[in-house]
């Protein structure tokens, strides 16, 4: 006989619930909704008679090839700049971790960027990293072209991930760095006892042991780096989605589709995509990574 | 306890209705205008702003920046779609389409003569008013903050070049560039991807169509066609002239734009708009001459009126008529000699009225050195009568042809692409959005 406490009242329960339902309502579920009427009208910028159209949004964008194109640089970003950012993250925890003199103070410095809003980020790279000034500039002057974002879309691309991990790298730190925390202790000095190495140890001990943290950043990054507001911020700042479309990620294009081109039914359609997209590498993420994470 | 809560908050209520009874003094009458402009020029907005309030006692104007044009127009939008919309709003030159088709603001003619003032339609400049207007000539908004581009160029370094004329025409330029080049000049003429300065003004001076049907004026089935007019070759043109580095690209994406390009003496000429002028003549250091001319024409050609920059103010409609009163007064005062003078000198943009510009000349603004070639800006809007290309640009969502014709650029001049394949490109995407345009305004009519 388990004893469980269970309220007995229906509405208590539900009262409790009832403002955090009303936020969601709000802010989620209407929204959702009108995106899903504009997706399948023409919608008139300022409102009035909106013609339905079935899915003649979706087909335009399906058919686009540019819209495709921005799948690719949108998965390209989200990847890399997801691995980037674990990597540097789970780098300088294992760094941190190891409460040499100093850690402390440099503790607070990884944290630091996260801090910082993408598109002042972006800002701030735009210069360090501009072609013609900054100190690309004189390896420019050395072999002419050698880091040129705003020619090549290669270095574009790489550039905007370049951001993201600086600006993410921080906040993945954190939680690696708290993950390591709970590492038991007892594990890395019996090995190192054996005389294993700190790569060693890390390799072996630390990281196995972080599998849920670092599947819970996988998806929060993945996440981050597809509708995040900074991917945006950051594009939106920098290589403005060129040169020729080679940074133009996802997000960047429904909000250049709705408030430039004021087609707000293009980019509800678009919108909609997306959502599917993510729910579709969620599901992937979690049918077959999760498999091989061991929470205890 | 409860009692002394109670008798207080029936006191405050009492209180609060005694106030609302008796008035000590009449209301003013509030209204609100957003504009999109920030930084220096958004100062100077609120210091018209604060002029009005100081002029009389019956209304308060409050203005409020929403940063650029496109977060003013689509915070508008939003607004009215809430209906809190502002009363008077201020919309860039290529969202008047998108204004007039919403149905959602009031008639700049009605407006006024409503509200009992009179306005004389006619001395507005027709290269300014046309496009604002409908196609037969009625003013639907006020034109504001006008522009035009100009070409910009270093009189210092012509003269050290051993440049003895002025670039008025590209054969002209391209002469210029080689000597300015042979003198050791890395950047004889700067550019950026700005559809405005380079299609856009360079097709009305040509007398080119950006568009059919009149650049849109009669019908929502209007095509671009600057894949098929001169601009392709103009387009060629700049690209063997960037090619041979006489003429150099200048972005923000590369470290540096063109207008600061201009001032640090990088460049030595470049297109701009003339409400640079204010800017070129502070950032340069004193003692460089430097000048403004009209944009260039190819030889041979006829030179048309170049089409106007800027945005214009919108009065919005579904407000409360006492709120009309206000912006239909706010508009009579912008629009005085005094004001229109004080706006051109603080800012650079040109006066939209002749009586204005008369005014002007006549106190001898353009005389006074730092404002020297600024009336070349209202020489150039009003060289001819506009005619049927030169009149505006009338095309649903044309920030996103802009944006398009940007990436053209892009790809042209940073990545090798054909002139003509990327035109072509651009004329397509732009078509399959007007379509889209004419279809969600379907049975619309212009005018």
């Known amino acids: ?296 | 306890m409860k009692t002394s809560v109670l008798s207080s908050t029936v006191a405050g209520l009492m209180m609060a209705a005694s106030f609302g009874a008796a008035p000590a003094f009449a209301e003013k009458t509030k209204f609100e205008f957003w504009y999109g402009l920030s930084g220096d020029l958004g100062e100077r907005v609120q210091d018209m702003c604060k002029k009005f309030n100081e002029s009389q006692s019956d209304f308060e104007i409050a203005c409020t920046s929403q940063g650029d044009y496109a977060t003013n127009l689509q915070n508008t939008i939003a607004a009215y779609r809430a209906k809190k919309q502002p009363a008077i709003t201020q919309i860039y030159d290529v969202g008047t389409l998108d204004l007039m088709l919403s149905k959602a603001y009031v008639p700049a003619r009605k407006l006024m003569e409503d509200n009992g003032y009179k306005i004389d339609w006619a001395n507005y400049f027709p290269g300014i008013a046309n496009y604002y207007a409908t196609s037969t000539g009625e003013m639907n908004s006020f034109p504001f903050n006008s522009s035009t581009a100009m070409f910009y160029y270093n009189v210092d370094a012509f003269q050290k070049a051993g440049i003895d004329f002025k670039p008025d025409t590209w054969e002209q330029v391209e002469e210029a560039a080689r000597k300015l080049k042979a003198a050791g000049y890395e950047c004889p003429l700067g550019f950026n991807f700005d559809s405005w300065a380079i299609m856009e003004q360079f097709s009305a001076i040509h007398n080119q169509p950006i568009a059919t049907k009149g650049n849109g004026y009669e019908g929502l089935d209007a095509d671009i066609v600057v894949n098929k007019t001169k601009f392709v070759d103009h387009l060629k043109f700049f690209k063997r002239m960037a090619d041979e580095k006489l003429f150099v690209v200048k972005t923000k994406q590369l470290g540096m734009d063109v207008v600061p390009a201009f001032t640090s003496q990088t460049c030595q000429m470049m297109s701009t708009s003339i409400a640079d002028h204010g800017t070129v003549g502070k950032t340069l250091p004193e003692g460089v001459k430097w000048d403004v001319a009209m944009l260039p024409v190819w030889k041979g050609t006829e030179r048309h009126n170049s089409l106007v920059g800027g945005a214009s103010l919108w009065v919005m409609d579904g407000r409360p008529a006492a709120e009309y009163k206000g912006a239909a007064a706010f508009l009579n005062f912008i629009a005085t000699p005094e004001m229109t003078e004080w706006w051109s000198t603080v800012t650079g943009y040109i006066p939209v009225t002749k009586t204005g510009f008369e005014a002007m000349k006549a106190s001898g603004f353009y005389d006074k050195p730092m404002y020297k070639g600024r009336e070349r800006a209202i020489e150039s809007l009003s060289f001819t009568p506009p005619s049927e290309n030169t009149r505006g640009i009338r095309l649903g969502g044309f920030t996103q042809v802009r944006k398009d014709t940007a990436t053209a650029l892009e790809a042209i001049f940073m990545q090798n692409a054909d002139v003509q394949s990327e035109l072509d490109k651009l004329a397509e995407r732009s078509n399959a959005n007007l379509r889209r345009f004419e279809k969600t305004y379907e049975g619309a009519k212009l005018n």
Request: hydrophobic fraction near 55%; charged fraction near 10%.
């Open chain 1, 1 to 296: 006989m388990d004893k469980r406490s269970v309220f007995k009242s229906v509405w208590l329960p539900i009262l409790f619930a009832a403002p955090q339902m009303l936020l969601v309502f709000l802010f989620f579920y209407w929204p959702a909704v009108a995106v899903l009427r504009w997706a399948f009208t023409l919608e008139p910028p300022f409102g009035g008679n909106a013609e339905f159209v079935g899915f003649a949004n979706f087909v335009e964008v399906l058919t686009n090839p540019l819209y495709w194109n921005s799948v690719m640089v949108s998965v390209i970003f989200a990847l890399a700049g997801t691995l980037t950012t674990i990597f540097i993250g789970l780098v300088l925890a294992l760094a941190a971790d190891r409460q040499l003199p100093g850690s402390g103070l440099f503790r607070f410095l990884y944290i630091l960027p996260y801090a910082i809003a993408g598109p002042a980020a972006g800002m701030a790279f735009r210069f360090i990293l501009s072609p013609e000034r900054g100190i690309a500039a004189s390896l420019n002057a050395m072999w002419p072209d050698f880091w040129n974002p705003a020619k090549y879309g290669s270095h574009a691309l790489i550039f905007v991930i370049i951001i993201f991990a600086w600006k993410w790298a921080g906040y993945t730190f954190i939680f690696l760095f708290a993950g390591l925390q709970s590492v038991p202790k007892a594990l890395t000095e019996a090995a190192a006892m054996d005389g294993s190495g700190p790569i060693r140890r890390a390799i072996d001990i630390q990281v196995p042991l972080l599998a849920p943290t670092l599947f819970f950043l996988l998806v929060i990054m993945m996440t981050e780096g597809f509708v995040g507001a900074d991917t945006f911020g950051i594009v939106h700042r920098t290589t403005n989605g060129g040169p020729n479309h080679a940074t133009e990620v996802m997000v960047f294009g429904i909000v250049n589709e709705a408030f430039q081109g004021l087609n707000y039914s293009g980019a509800a359609a678009q919108s909609i995509i997306l959502i599917g997209l993510i729910m579709v590498f969620t599901f992937i993420q979690f049918r077959f990574v999760e498999r091989r994470v061991h929470y205890k």
